[in-house]
């Protein structure tokens, strides 16, 4: 079924237990902290409603289905789910990491490797084959837990002798399911979403850290979860005043599992440490969700360089060539970054009948985004000097006479009208320089795993062999 925005939002007033401000809240979909990023959220589900000859596929039932759920059998559908993923990511110029694609396409990655779930246990694959069918016929929205807090990373979760469960674990089983206790430390869209899939990605030592070694799914307003919203960016704002951080404040929220049943036929992963390490290691989980935040990054990139071009024209500074030679830059980050995506989409690597992206090539892409995002940003803060402070405080100095009588003298531009600039030097801060853009840096440097992680897989993936045989060629000439 293709989920309209209005559908969306119905589902959203589930009832869930949201910390935010001091307060408890269960009416999420309309308080000041969320209620924009939803419905961000809802224009996109309205947008693949409005244009299911990009974004949907017909099911073998006849019924039309999200592309992010289609499998890719062949190479075309591999590309087709690329090009869906930037369609969204244009909706939103980059600016939404977690749209509903993401984790979708980790467990489409997942289902790619079933026969390693297979060879684990029946029970466990039949459990995941029959979660993705759920979700796919449902359309649902899942956010991913897979960090554990951090705490003293020298221990491993199972050394906290005196805080077992400072990390999530099985506290017992029964037969209907088990009881999970502690936090993962973070979900992206945890408020946004229908359900959370909880995973592990820290190393676990066999003998004492079986307990952590879980993966499960849950609707998020399954009792005993709390879900610990940071800040909120939209919270009393002006869109104005904000026009990026007030639409696409995607949160981010601690977990915390308060003794959670979770049902056997939700339980993909059961204290195994070599299985859940392959949960992600070993299966194209992480692969499927890097061509959504290829997708993304490129619009966003786009966006940051075509900002940063307005800008510079509004400023009179355009025809420089030492400006012309930093908007380059932009441009060069921004197409380098867009051949990799089309790299990874038509030149895959086939597994089981699946055409799935190539893993060097993903992390050529995770380490190279997060090297080039501090360097956009660092150009983008040059080209704009103080003009991003020189600013009226808020929408309402605006509307007060006096003040918008200086203004209309001090905001020149031969280009734009005085509040024009006002606005444009708005949007380049919130993108930039705001707590919104801050969080934005820190997302784009961790969310796919700290630098040591990224570098150290792309060593581990990266033909040496081929590299080295070209050295040798060397001794035969
Ligand atoms: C905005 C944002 C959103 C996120 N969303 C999600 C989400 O939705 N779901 C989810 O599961 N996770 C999410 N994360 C968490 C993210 O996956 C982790 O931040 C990331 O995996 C790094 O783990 P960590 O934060 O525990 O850092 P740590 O592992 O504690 O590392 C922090 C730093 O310590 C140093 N360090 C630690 N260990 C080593 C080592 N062995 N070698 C060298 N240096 C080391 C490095 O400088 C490293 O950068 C998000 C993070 C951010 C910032």
Not at 325 to 349: G, I
Not at 434 to 442: C, G, L, M, V, Y
Request: overall charge negative.
């Amino acid at each position: 079924m293709i989920r309209t925005g209005e559908r969306y939002l119905d589902d959203m007033r589930d009832g869930r237990t949201i910390f935010i401000n001091g307060e408890k809240i269960t009416n999420h979909v309309d308080h000041p902290a969320f209620k924009n990023a939803i419905r961000s959220v809802a224009r996109l589900y309205d947008y693949k409603a409005e244009h299911t000859d990009k974004m949907a596929f017909k099911a073998e039932n006849g019924e039309l289905m999200s592309l992010y759920w289609q499998l890719p059998t062949t190479p075309e559908k591999l590309i087709a789910r690329g090009q869906a993923a930037y369609e969204w990511a244009r909706q939103t110029m980059g600016w939404l990491g977690r749209t509903p694609d993401y984790v979708a396409a980790a467990l489409a990655g997942m289902i790619t490797h079933i026969e390693l779930f297979e060879s684990y246990s029946q029970e466990r694959a039949d459990a995941l084959r029959n979660y993705f069918s759920y979700v796919s016929e449902n359309d649902l929205y899942l956010s991913y837990a897979l960090i554990n807090p951090q705490g003293d990373r020298s221990k491993t979760p199972g050394e906290h002798t005196r805080n077992l469960y400072h990390t999530l674990g099985v506290v017992e089983k029964n037969t209907k399911g088990i009881i999970v206790r502690g936090t993962k430390m973070l979900a992206t869209g945890a408020v946004l979403a229908d359900e959370i899939l909880v995973g592990s990605h820290k190393p676990l030592k066999p003998g004492i850290d079986e307990r952590y070694a879980l993966s499960f799914a849950l609707p998020l307003n399954t009792k005993g979860i709390k879900i610990i919203s940071r800040k909120s960016y939209e919270f009393g704002i002006n869109p104005k005043d904000y026009p990026i951080s007030s639409q696409f404040d995607e949160t981010d929220s601690m977990i915390y599992f308060d003794d959670v049943l979770v049902p056997w036929e939700r339980v993909f992963v059961f204290e195994d440490i070599e299985m859940i390490a392959n949960q992600l290691g070993s299966t194209m989980s992480e692969a499927m969700m890097d061509i959504q935040s290829l997708a993304r990054y490129v619009a966003k990139l786009h966006f940051l360089a075509g900002l940063a071009q307005s800008m510079v024209e509004v400023n009179g500074v355009a025809q420089i060539p030492a400006v012309k030679e930093s908007l380059a830059q932009l441009a060069c980050y921004a197409v380098s970054v867009e051949a990799l995506f089309n790299s990874v989409l038509h030149c895959p690597k086939v597994h089981n009948g699946f055409y799935l992206p190539d893993k060097t090539q993903l992390d050529t892409y995770r380490v190279l985004s997060q090297s080039i995002y501090p360097k956009v940003l660092e150009i983008i803060r040059k080209l704009a000097g103080g003009g991003v402070l020189m600013l009226p405080s808020s929408e309402a100095d605006l509307e007060n006479d006096e003040i918008l009588g200086i203004i209309e003298k001090a905001q020149y531009s031969s280009l734009v009208s005085p509040v024009e600039r006002v606005r444009m030097m708005k949007l380049v801060w919130d993108v930039i320089g705001s707590e919104f853009a801050s969080r934005h840096h820190q997302y784009e440097l961790f969310y796919a795993g700290a630098e040591f992680q990224t570098l150290g897989r792309l060593y581990n993936q990266y033909d040496w062999g081929a590299s080295k045989a070209l050295v040798e060629k060397i001794k035969t000439i």
